[in-house]
């Protein structure tokens, strides 16, 4: 059954001279046809199989004698040259003229309809492999935004499933190099591998040890191939700009939940399993039509909630299973999917995709913008949301930077209880270093909450919907 409600509309305008184009179908095909001597019987049974045939549809009711008669006289006088198109009225029920059947020959004559595909699905070159945390975007006109971008600019609620579901063996190839020169492939991790370059190595080791001495020890870490000095000292520094501001956010929180255990159990809810996971995952993959074109891996040794990457020229969407809470879960899809995903993508297609184009352009970097988008689409659909998580993050990095590694584990009790809990946070603010007994920080992380606050100062000013199309 054809659905086609432009040439249903052409159809009620024309009458029933259009109405009558399946009629000629039929008797051109008769006509054509060498009338045989066949029984009556036989007959109506092929003009019954052939009726159904044309009409594809709902079935009609079952012919009385007369009628078939009738039938056959109609047919004997096209046979015989005689037409009674618009003369003779049709018999038995009629069909809706939205639900004709439309000839195989007009439907071809008609255009295709155009579908705005990303630059990859029509055979032009793909993305360079890159940091799709730190986006870069040839020129194009195809735009990806998501759903939380439409939510910051409408009130209107989002639509869901934009896009096209695909088998996984189509996902998009992002290849090693541009105009057939390979990229020198890095000897450190670049961009979100940073973070999982800069896991302890003996990690479980040296929490059992600190746990064991009663919060008094400094843990030692080995790395399997410590950052150059460059990387660590760019992120030496703690900044103390935005101080007050994560203590008041983590001080409301407090006023209101009591504690954060209570507030991670509120807000977050159950931890959920592995298939839960997945599903919601899928789920979030389809309303953003990024069905076949994201990888989705589940672990439980990343230091950070998420991690986006490429991974065999695939992007590649980790989950840390231990933080994948039953209402903070689509908030970490946002995160990393909804907009460092779609920014990546969309920048690659941008005349500043490259370091150099940037330069030419004089654009700054992407952070702390980026991740202070993304922080935002990670809490803007929850029922309260609390900016709690980048607010203890930055006030963690600003001490550790003068603090050792149980120092500042003590520190921190006054907002975290959880010995657990106060240990990652420990542990992501102190990472990169060998000997947590030194004062030093890892800064990255107070990005989140200084590109929060520089957005939203900027909220009335800024289209959140360019800032997400154009990377």
């Not at 997945?278 to 069905?291: F, M, N, P």
């Amino acid at each position: 059954m054809v659905l086609d409600l432009g040439e249903n509309c052409m159809e009620r305008a024309n009458g029933e001279g259009m109405a009558a184009t399946g009629v000629d179908v039929q008797e051109s095909e008769s006509i054509s046809e060498k009338p045989k001597p066949v029984r009556a019987r036989a007959r109506t049974s092929s003009i019954t199989q052939r009726d159904r045939v044309l009409h594809n549809g709902p079935q009609a009711q079952p012919c009385t004698s007369s009628l078939v008669n009738k039938q056959l006289e109609q047919r004997a006088k096209c046979a015989a040259g005689g037409s009674s198109r618009g003369t003779e009225p049709s018999e038995g029920p009629q069909r809706p003229l939205s639900l004709e059947l439309k000839p195989q020959r007009l439907r071809a004559s008609q255009p295709d309809r155009k579908v705005v595909q990303p630059p990859w699905r029509c055979g032009a070159p793909s993305p360079p492999v890159r940091s799709l945390t730190s986006p870069s975007l040839g020129p194009g006109g195809w735009m990806r935004r998501s759903e939380s971008t439409c939510t910051m600019n409408t009130t209107a609620p989002p639509k869901a499933g934009r896009g096209r579901m695909r088998p996984a063996t189509s996902l998009p190839h992002i290849a090693r190099g541009m105009g057939g020169t390979p990229l020198a492939t890095p000897s450190t991790p670049r961009g979100p591998c940073l973070l999982v370059a800069l896991r302890p190595t003996n990690l479980e080791q040296e929490r059992q040890t600190f746990f064991q001495s009663d919060y008094k020890y400094e843990p030692q870490f080995e790395y399997t191939s410590p950052e150059p000095s460059s990387v660590l000292e760019k992120y030496k520094e703690g900044s103390g700009l935005f101080l007050s501001q994560a203590v008041g956010i983590m001080e409301c929180v407090l006023r209101k939940f009591g504690t954060y255990e209570n507030f991670e159990e509120v807000t977050g809810g159950s931890v959920l399993p592995k298939s839960r996971v997945w599903s919601t995952a899928r789920k979030y993959l389809q309303k953003e039509g990024c069905v076949g074109e994201v990888v989705v891996c589940l672990s439980d040794e990343l230091l950070s909630q998420a991690v986006m990457m490429v991974e065999s020229c695939r992007p590649t969407l980790t989950i840390n299973l231990s933080g994948a809470r039953q209402h903070w879960l689509e908030g970490m899809l946002r995160h990393e999917i909804g907009t460092h995903y779609l920014r990546g993508v969309n920048n690659s297609m941008q005349p500043w995709a490259t370091a150099v184009g940037r330069k030419q352009f004089g654009l700054k970097p992407a952070n702390p913008t980026e991740e202070g988008l993304a922080s935002l689409h990670s809490v803007l659909l929850r029922k309260q949301p609390f900016l709690w998580r980048a607010a203890l993050l930055y006030y963690t990095v600003y001490h550790a930077a003068n603090m050792s590694f149980s120092q500042l584990f003590s520190h921190i009790a006054r907002f975290v209880q959880d010995p657990a809990v106060r240990w990652e946070y420990c542990l992501r603010a102190k990472r990169g270093q060998t000997d947590t007994s030194k004062p030093g920080c890892f800064s990255k992380d107070q990005v989140y909450l200084d590109g929060i606050l520089r957005i939203l100062r900027h909220r009335r000013n800024i289209d959140f919907k360019m800032l997400t199309s154009l990377g």
